[in-house]
């Protein structure tokens, strides 16, 4: 069975300051990836990005940051330099080797970025 | 951009009523997914579809249906509605196709209450 486990339900920050999401994962599929989507106030979810379990290379899309460390298995998401947009729930999510590659979502973090 | 349009943003139903919510993608995806929604608990799998006319259970399918006529349309039916199935659902695709396993695409949400 795959587990996604989001330690932290809330998280506030002031505006400008960098916030880290953690996420850790259990799984026994040797190949498998993992997401992380945001979810604004209106509801929709919104895909951020996608790494799969064979790399291993940090990555940053401007303000955003993944560190994906195997040994530990976590996945973790970086803001740096927060904004008051950044307010959203996100969603660390893992798919294995299911029929249609279905997704197992953690529980969620609340970030609250305040002005 | 892929477009997932789910049928109500809000829904209000009354105890034992069947509900059907409705969910339409443009993109050719072969894999349809419900989920539902719920405070603390994250995305919970319902059903999914990986082609038509064909259904696997996921996590929580207790009370639930679906039905998938079209490779666009993917249904879920509450049979007998209850006060315990007010919630978020949620609708999401995505491709088979394609290196890796490709993110889903969700829509809205729909907002169901039932009294």
């Known amino acids: 069975a795959q587990k996604v486990t989001q330690a932290q339900t809330e998280i506030s920050v002031v505006e400008k300051e960098d916030v880290t999401l953690d996420c850790v994962y259990e799984?026994?599929?040797?190949?498998?990836?993992l997401f992380w989507y945001k979810q604004p106030p209106s509801g929709e979810l919104v895909f951020l990005i996608r790494r799969n379990s064979f790399d291993e290379q940090n990555e940053i899309s401007g303000r955003y940051s993944w560190n994906f460390q195997k040994s530990t298995s976590s996945f973790n998401f970086t803001i740096t330099a927060s904004q008051v947009v950044d307010s959203a729930v996100y969603f660390c999510a893992l798919s294995g080797s299911g029929s249609a590659r279905q997704l197992t979502f953690g529980s969620g973090t609340q970030l609250t970025v305040l002005p | 951009d892929v477009k997932v349009t789910q049928s109500s943003r809000y829904l209000v139903k009354r105890t034992g009523e069947k509900v059907f919510l409705e969910c339409v993608q443009d993109?050719?995806?072969?894999?349809m997914f419900w989920y539902r929604q719920d405070p603390g608990l994250g995305l919970r799998l319902i059903y999914f579809s990986y082609d038509v006319k064909m259904k696997e259970k996921g996590d929580i399918p207790e009370g639930y249906s679906v039905s998938r006529e079209k490779k666009e349309r993917f249904s879920l039916i509450l049979e007998s509605a209850s006060t315990n199935q007010t919630s978020m659902y949620l609708c999401?695709?995505?491709?088979?196709?394609?290196?890796?396993?490709?993110?889903?695409?969700f829509g809205d949400g729909t907002r169901l209450s039932i009294l």
């Open positions: 999401a695709s995505s491709l088979s196709r394609g290196p890796g396993n490709q993110p889903q695409h």
């Open positions: 799984t026994r599929d040797t190949t498998y990836y």
């Open positions: 993109m050719d995806h072969e894999n």
